[in-house]
């Protein structure tokens, strides 16, 4: 198994980039030192590659969804919550509550706030589109700065609050 880390610059800073053979291990703003492997040709350096490059597509406003593997570890609940944060469509957004009850417990805003909290994977498990029920922008592990950037980039002529 290699693990394999490079950098990407966007409009919101450095992102690190991590990968395994399987997939997209994480990806963290600002630069972060990991081991790294430079040998052969590996499945992670091929997904590093590609997950740069799809981000710079989506940086510059040419791709709406991502086709690189991931790879992500959580508790159970952790990932049936990101699992649900792929399904939310680029230029929509959706409340804490309403994703909540998507997982099927309305009661588990809290919990859902957490797992987004814990996302190894922003901008590619779309965390950053989860809002207030008010429609506020709230809570956001990479800084609301970048969560405002983050959503006014994919902002569509009309942003959708599902579950409002």
Same mark, same amino acid.
């Given at each position: 198994m290699? @693990?394999?880390?490079?950098?990407?610059? =966007? #409009?919101?800073?450095?992102?690190?980039?991590?990968?395994s053979?399987?997939?997209?291990?994480?990806? *963290?703003?600002?630069?972060?030192?990991?081991?790294?492997?430079?040998?052969?040709?590996?499945? +992670?350096?091929?997904? /590093?590659?590609?997950? =740069?490059?799809?981000?710079s597509?989506?940086?510059?406003?040419? !791709?709406?969804?991502?086709?690189? #593997?991931?790879?992500? @570890?959580? =508790?159970?609940?952790?990932?049936? /919550?990101?699992?649900?944060?792929?399904?939310? #469509?680029?230029?929509?957004?959706?409340?804490?509550?309403?994703?909540?009850?998507?997982? &099927? @417990?309305?009661?588990?805003?809290?919990?859902?706030?957490?797992?987004? @909290?814990?996302?190894?994977? #922003?901008?590619?498990?779309p965390?950053?589109? /989860?809002?207030?029920?008010? &429609?506020?922008?709230?809570?956001?592990?990479?800084e609301? %700065? !970048?969560?405002? %950037?983050?959503?006014? *980039?994919?902002?569509?002529p009309?942003? =959708?609050? +599902?579950?409002?």
């Amino acid at each position: 198994m290699h @693990n394999i880390v490079d950098y990407i610059e =966007t #409009p919101i800073g450095v992102l690190t980039i991590s990968a395994s053979d399987k997939g997209i291990t994480s990806i *963290n703003f600002g630069r972060h030192e990991f081991s790294h492997y430079s040998g052969i040709k590996s499945e +992670a350096k091929n997904h /590093v590659e590609i997950c =740069t490059k799809q981000l710079s597509e989506y940086f510059s406003g040419e !791709r709406k969804m991502f086709s690189v #593997p991931i790879d992500f @570890n959580g =508790t159970a609940f952790q990932e049936k /919550v990101w699992s649900k944060l792929l399904e939310i #469509p680029y230029g929509e957004t959706i409340s804490y509550k309403a994703l909540a009850s998507n997982i &099927g @417990n309305e009661k588990a805003c809290r919990a859902v706030g957490m797992a987004n @909290n814990k996302n190894p994977l #922003p901008i590619l498990i779309p965390c950053h589109r /989860v809002i207030g029920t008010s &429609g506020k922008i709230i809570g956001y592990a990479g800084e609301f %700065w !970048r969560k405002e %950037w983050l959503l006014e *980039n994919e902002k569509s002529p009309t942003i =959708t609050i +599902a579950g409002l």
